[in-house]
């Protein structure tokens, strides 16, 4: 999702809960649209980056396969196309703020000027997904779930805590050091 919409979630976190659904919902539809199979899947939300930037975005586990109701049986190997899929993403999501806007669930005072523009123009640009092929379970569960149970930074990173500010350590993964 473009990093115009943070501030949008961000201000309404109620609406952010709906994302992993709506993800779930988007590979789903995919998948019964070109292969007519139904796909076994997990989605796990992040919402900060490491340097404790907002940053929401979704992982989402599905199986490399999928079941073929009308047959009883399990389809191998499905080609997932990277254009498809982000273009049914972009359509989800901007439909759903757009609703969200038209329904009177976004506080206007939050949204940037000309909202309905905004939502137009990510319309028509290409988002950023990254699909990637074949991946153990175990190590997406290592990777994806250790966000599930624990607070976007540990407490051993927190250098100082005063009335106006918090120092805490992060890593920057370009250059390898810690800022």
């Given at each position: ?8 979630f ?16 988007v590979?789903?539809?995919w998948?019964?649209?070109r ?25 989402i ?9 009308a047959e ?30 038209r329904d009177?669930?976004?506080?206007p005072?939050s ?14 640009r290409?988002?950023n997904?990254?699909i ?14 250790r966000?599930?149970r624990r ?11 005063t009335k ?7 890593k ?8």
């Amino acid at each position: 999702m473009p990093n115009v919409f943070w501030p949008v979630f961000q201000a309404h976190r109620h609406q952010q809960h709906d994302l992993p659904a709506l993800g779930a919902a988007v590979l789903q539809q995919w998948a019964w649209t070109r292969y007519r199979v139904r796909l076994c899947g997990i989605v796990i939300q992040h919402t900060f980056g490491g340097h404790l930037n907002y940053h929401p975005h979704l992982h989402i586990m599905v199986s490399a396969g999928g079941l073929k109701l009308a047959e009883a049986r399990w389809v191998e190997s499905l080609q997932f196309d990277r254009t498809q899929i982000m273009e049914m993403w972009r359509f989800a999501v901007c439909s759903y703020l757009w609703k969200a806007y038209r329904d009177s669930l976004l506080q206007p005072f939050s949204l940037p000027v000309e909202f309905n523009d905004l939502i137009l123009r990510q319309t028509q640009r290409r988002w950023n997904i990254h699909i990637t092929r074949r991946m153990s379970k175990a190590h997406f569960l290592r990777y994806a779930g250790r966000y599930i149970r624990r607070l976007p930074i540990s407490q051993r990173r927190i250098l100082t805590v005063t009335k106006e500010e918090i120092v805490y350590q992060s890593k920057d993964t370009r250059s390898k050091t810690l800022v």
